[in-house]
Each structure stands twice: as C-alpha cells, then as structure tokens.
C-alpha cells in the first residue's frame, strides 16, 4: 500500500481513503500525531466485560469480584492487596491505566457513597489519603488523580462495588485519557509496583 503525505490542513485517513477526514478536523480526538495506540495488554478485560463474564459479576453466593479477592486465601503478593483495614483496604488496578494505578474500596460490596457506613466513609478516605502519600513516595510523581465511578453508565468495571481509583501522573501528561495526551501507556510489572507502594505505604 501507498501511503501519500496528509495535507496539514485538511488531512484524510490514507487508509480509508480520500475524503475520510480524521478525528482532529471532525472536531475531536487526537491529531494524525498519534496513528496508534497500543494497549494490548487490556483486552482481556474489555473482552471480559463485553462478555458479561461470571468473574466481574456477583458469585453464587452474592459477592463481588473485590470480596472474593479480599476473602481469598492467597498472599497479598498474588492478589496484590496493599493494604487491609477494619472496614477497607487497597489492591492495585489487575488493569492499569498506567503503573502504580490502585484502588481504594469498602470490604464488602456497596454499589453508592449512601451506603456506606459512618465508620466505612472515614476510613475509605482516610485509605485514600494514605493511598496518595504512597503513590508520591513510590513513583515521585508530578501529580495523583483520584476518581470514583459510580454504576455501569459511569463506566464502572465492576457496578456493586464502589472503589476509589488513584494513580500517579506526570507534567507532560496531565490529560487522564491517553488518547488526549497522545501518550503511550507503558506499566511496570504488577508484581513490581506491588513491592513499590506495600513499601512505601504508612500503616
């Protein structure tokens, strides 16, 4: 395939051919600067989730993927819980928006912030808190965005059970999205950022 120069002005889509004008002069997306976005690594979940897998929803017996973890046998290596209080804990994103992405959440399934109790609310984020802390000694990061997706039209992965997420971000990539910042995503090993912040976490 011949691939022609794109016109700076009114640039088309070599590949879909003449006329097909890209994101940026539609008016949105990135410029023709960023071609490709590689996050392969995520599919697995995307999949997952289209699929309305068994794993992301509620089991048998009524508990949430985060639960299940919680209650799990397993050492915190393999699940990745950094942290557990009397009513919360922490565990690292299995699918980072980038390295060092981890959640903060209730120990048992609450969908809202209404149904929280008074003693899970401070702790949850106080958990917070001392999520962030963690994060800016691990990753010396220029900044922390912490959010929170409440219900599936949100895009929350798994709906009944809140989680606050938290992630380390940098000057040259202020935008959350990647898309925005035409930034690649490049995580570190979760086993690796697992160590970092379990180290640098202040029980």
């Known amino acids: 395939m011949t691939v022609r120069p794109v016109d700076p002005v009114d640039p088309v889509d070599p590949e ?3 006329g097909a004008r890209t994101a940026a002069t539609a008016g949105g997306g ?3 600067g960023l071609a490709r976005l590689w996050s392969g690594w995520r599919s697995a979940f995307i999949e997952r ?3 309305d897998a068994a ?3 509620p089991d048998a017996e009524g508990r949430s993927l985060f639960e299940r973890i ?4 397993l050492p915190d290596e393999e699940t990745y819980i950094l942290w557990r209080g009397p009513t919360c804990f922490a565990v690292l994103n299995a699918y980072p928006y980038g390295s060092g992405h981890l959640m903060v959440l209730p120990q048992r399934a ?3 912030l209404a149904g929280l109790t008074e003693d899970e609310s401070a702790e949850l984020w106080n958990g917070v808190r001392t999520a962030v802390a963690a994060i800016e000694v691990a990753y010396r990061s220029d ?3 912490v959010g929170i997706n409440l219900g599936a039209g949100s895009g929350a992965g798994v709906p009944d059970h809140l989680h606050v997420h938290c992630l380390p971000r940098w000057s040259g990539d202020t935008n959350y999205m990647t898309t925005i910042a035409e930034a690649r995503v490049l995580p570190e090993p979760l086993a690796l950022s697992w160590r970092k ?3 640098a976490w202040a029980d």
């Open 55 to 57: 794993e992301v929803r």
């Open 110 to 112: 609450v969908p809202g």
């Open 70 to 73: 919680f209650a799990s046998d």
């Open 197 to 199: 912040l379990r180290d």
């Open 143 to 145: 900044g922390v965005n």
């Open 49 to 51: 989730v289209t699929n």
């Open 16 to 18: 879909v051919g003449d």
């Open 30 to 32: 990135p410029g023709p």
